[in-house]
């Protein structure tokens, strides 16, 4: 609360801010309004245009940038260092539904998504991830891993970089869970490397816990350097990966991973 002078001198309050929980509301619906409006906007123009990746690029240049922006802005470090015209299979940690627009900035070239299963019925969402090639994951149907690791390398055979979070859901606690390694068997079986990729405060920003709770704060991406997938064989090369791949974040974040 600021504070101001009266003509009799007196210090009267003055609100400058709305109450946290409605502006949270407001910060919600304007969330849903902007990505209702993007996406149709996008699939419209990539109908027309005839050009595949035209929703995925302005995912990257208009709809991530209007809410990352507000939130606190976003410095992106390493990526220069990267070949770009070469596919990756992405691997971050996650903390937050700020992710997936950080890595979206973060990454200069269309980037697809694995999504959770649960998506699919998210209206919006769901035509803009089949309409973009995203792929979906079901953590309760183990009978899928094999058809979806075969996805996941056509994608990237394809010559399309893809991004998946290894801990399999966002951390409550802030600490860098497991790494699970059946997905890394994609990039094996594709031969593209894997390209880990650390995010700094986007849970501080949107976390996990509660109700849309924004709280503004600068967020950046670090982007590790790209590790090879020649000479891994079996469950015990993919987990080796997966382990590669946790220990960068995991530097890279300045944490160590959950025991």
Known sequence: MEYRQTRAGAAAPVITELPKRVLNVLEFAFTLLWTAGWISVSLLLQLV??????????ARTRWAPGLVGPAGGLTVEGADAIDWSR???VVANHESLLDICVLFMAVPVPLRFLLKEEMRRVPFVAGYARATGMLFISRDDRRAGPQLRRQVAGVLGAGQSLCLFPEGTRTRDGRLGEFKSGSFQAAIDAGVEVLPIALHGTGAVLPARGFFRVSRGPMRATVG??????????????QALAREAQDAVAAMLGRSPRP
């Open 49 to 58: 245009s005839g050009q595949p990746d035209r929703a995925l690029n302005m």
């Open 87 to 89: 596919p990756y299979l």
């Open 225 to 238: 350097q790209p590790l090879p997938v020649a000479g891994r064989v079996g469950a015990a090369g993919r």
